[in-house]
């Protein structure tokens, strides 16, 4: 499954006082999708921390286009575009829903499998490798 999308609701708790989204919460709605994206293609992250594996973010870039506020209806959605030994790339995108998904955000996304013990990188599992190319 290389491209999903869920929906995000803005909070008041997401914004600043003038009912903006705070900048840094983009990346935790990117999070979010990243996470029901794995749980949609059956790999729930409870399963990989028994196993000793996280996913971690290594790097980000990411844009701001418009603002998101208060009672937004966001989509969030992630592309994986490429898998390498220990580290997936997503193309990342916040639309605004209820302006025919106009763009707000648009972010690259690098995340690294790592050893919980060591927090070095490791390759996939052949069983996490065969989840994440289900669909490719």
Known sequence: ???????????????D????????????????ARTEW?????????QLLAQ???????????????PARFNDELIVSCQLMKIG???LQFEQKITL?????????????KVACVNLDTMSPRTFPPNLLEDLTCDI
């Open 1 to 15: 499954m290389r491209h999903f999308s869920t929906s995000i609701r803005v909070y008041y708790e997401d914004t």
């Open 85 to 87: 030994h220990a580290s």
């Open 97 to 109: 829903k209820q302006n025919n998904n106009h763009l707000l955000s648009q972010a690259s996304i």
């Open 38 to 46: 794995l749980r949609s293609i059956g790999c729930e992250q409870p």
């Open 17 to 32: 006082v003038g009912g903006i989204v705070y900048h840094a919460n983009y990346l935790k709605f990117m999070e979010r």
């Open 52 to 66: 000793n594996i996280a996913f971690a973010v290594v790097s980000a870039d990411i844009q701001f286009k418009k």
